[in-house]
């Protein structure tokens, strides 16, 4: 190399370094505009941003001194912890790529991921080390750390490293990799509707503008106090809530479980102004006998989203929270994962609405033929932003497949109206095609929800030796009604068309969820397959 192109590519790689922005430049940021803030609050430690900067840093230059390095495929698996935040962040100082995991995903399931994704490094809560240990046997692991421990106790564990002790002594100053925007940042495995999870790669770039519209639509300001209650392995919590939150400086409450009770007391005890929960923790919520005693007036910013949140639970949330305002926020992993919101103004009038897109984003509604369908007719949802993926990792074909024609499409069925809102008519998987005819299982949910004594209810299909696929409800009752089969049909006969009505009903005492809080339909559908053959 000449001197003269020497000169040039290091000019080149100072201009580059001074124009990054990637999630381990955003916290130094914000550490610099607020580092006497508190930015996160954890059971009982509570730290600044300055304080939080320090404690990434120093895990950072401590995997670093252990030989993790740029492009590491690293597991977490964790619940929600002080440890998950610091890892997070700094994972994205050295470079090395963040692979957070399901912790109810089964061994056989954890052995898919680790070896589809090359995993070099575990990290761990001590509660899933043993798991993740096992899941990982034979593999050519270089690194594994154990979180929230502040020694290394477990003697079957003599393996692992607490990082808390790793860490110790160890340099406050920033780790300074050489790194780009577009770098691969997270992998993160989608449960799907196959029989194994693809892999979604989410840079540096992907993550941070959908930060940027995140901020913008979901009117997050700096003197706001979120709770974090969902799981961190879920892109909803960790890239709707968690990461902007760290962006604008805004502080953060980190709780290790949805409990009901545990998010009202710390809404009350910390004046939290901002909660995000699916609609089944909202409907847990409002059904907690502590929603009436609790002194919630600090709370103004409700959003929901990860599934789709009945009629009659949004009019009951306004009715008894008056003050506070309702977001619907719809995406998925792939788009990193916001793409639409509807504001508190629509909640109303566009009532069932996913709202527009936002900042980033360029929505259309397509048919099977890659053309955009007139208002009002249903097809699929299609999107253009930098918020999506780079693809699905080692997988080129399913990568191209979802951006056919230049656009990611989701799979999911929506109509979009005059005004430009959206609406999700439903997953393509779950239209009921009975007797011939499409129905919607939303619909059918969003009938059964009016009915006086339905908590909670699932709409799925099961076989039929006549209709194929019988249109099938699934109810949790309220604690004190008395519900019957009958009860039902009769209510929906003035709901719903008639090819609509269920052909069967069930009660039970709960519906199968993931963590993140959506139903299991799945999981129903296996349960339920013989109830058309009786």
Same mark, same amino acid.
């Given at each position: 190399m000449s001197h003269e192109a020497s000169v040039q590519d290091v000019l080149q790689k100072m ?15 914000? /550490? ?43 597991? =977490? ?34 052995? !898919? ?96 503008s959908e930060y940027v519209s995140t901020i913008f639509d979901a009117k997050m300001e700096t ?70 005693? /609790? ?8 959003? !929901? ?76 949802? =299609? ?152």
């Open positions: 201009v580059e370094r001074a124009r990054r922005n990637t999630l381990g430049d955003l916290l130094a940021r914000t /550490r610099d505009r607020l580092p006497d803030k508190f930015a996160i609050v954890y059971k009982n430690k509570r730290l600044t941003y300055a304080e939080l900067d320090d404690l990434v840093n120093q895990t950072a230059q401590a995997l670093s001194t252990d030989g993790m390095k740029k492009g590491d495929m690293v597991t =977490v698996m964790s619940k929600n912890s002080l440890d998950f935040v610091l890892v997070t962040f700094a994972l994205a100082r050295i470079g090395a790529v963040m692979i957070p995991i399901n912790y109810m995903l089964t061994q056989e399931d954890i052995r !898919y991921i680790l070896e589809h994704a090359e995993v070099t490094g575990l990290i761990a809560s001590e509660e899933y080390a043993n798991l993740l240990e096992q899941s990982a046997g034979g593999m050519t692991i270089r690194h594994r750390y154990l979180m929230d421990v502040p020694i290394d106790s477990n003697e079957q564990l003599s393996s692992w490293t607490s990082l808390s002790k790793a860490r110790e002594g160890h340099s406050t100053d920033f780790l300074d990799v050489q790194l780009e925007d577009d770098e691969l940042a997270q992998v993160l495995y989608t449960s799907g509707t196959e029989s194994r999870p693809k892999g979604v790669m989410l840079t540096h770039k992907s993550i941070i003197s706001d106090v979120a709770i974090h209650a969902l799981p961190l392995y879920h892109s909803a919590q960790l890239h709707v809530f968690l990461g902007p939150s760290i962006y604008i400086g805004s502080s953060g409450i980190i709780l290790d479980t949805a409990s009901p009770e545990l998010i009202l007391k710390t809404i009350e005890e910390e004046k939290a102004t901002q909660l995000f929960c699916p609609p089944t923790v909202w409907i847990a919520l409002l059904r907690h006998p502590d929603f009436d005693t /609790r002194d919630l007036s600090s709370l103004k910013k409700c959003y !929901y989203g990860a599934a789709i949140m009945p009629r009659e639970i949004i009019k009951e949330l306004t009715e008894r929270l008056p003050d506070a305002k309702l977001w619907n926020c719809y995406g998925q992993t792939e788009v990193a994962p916001l793409v639409t919101v509807l504001q508190p103004e629509d909640q109303l009038t566009k009532l069932g609405s996913a709202g527009k897109p936002i900042l980033n984003v360029q929505t259309k509604i397509f048919d099977d033929h890659g053309m955009e369908v007139p208002y009002g007719e249903t097809g699929e949802i =299609v999107h253009r932003t930098p918020h999506a993926m780079k693809g699905y990792l080692h997988d080129p074909d399913k990568t191209a497949e979802a951006f056919r024609n230049g656009w990611f499409h989701t799979g999911d069925l929506g109509v979009m109206d005059e005004d430009g809102y959206i609406t999700v008519v439903d997953r393509k998987k779950d239209m009921i095609n009975t007797g011939g005819v499409n129905v919607s299982s939303r619909e059918v949910e969003e009938a059964i929800y009016q009915l006086e004594g339905v908590s909670e209810v699932a709409v799925i299909s099961i076989p039929d030796a006549y209709w194929i696929e019988a249109v099938t409800a699934i109810i949790v009752p309220k604690d004190d009604a008395t519900l019957t089969e009958d009860d039902v049909i009769e209510f929906c006969k003035g709901k719903l068309s008639k090819f609509k009505i269920p052909k069967y009903v069930d009660f039970t005492k709960e519906l199968p969820k993931n963590p993140s809080g959506k139903v299991l339909k799945r999981s129903l559908r296996d349960q339920y397959e013989g109830l058309g053959q009786k």
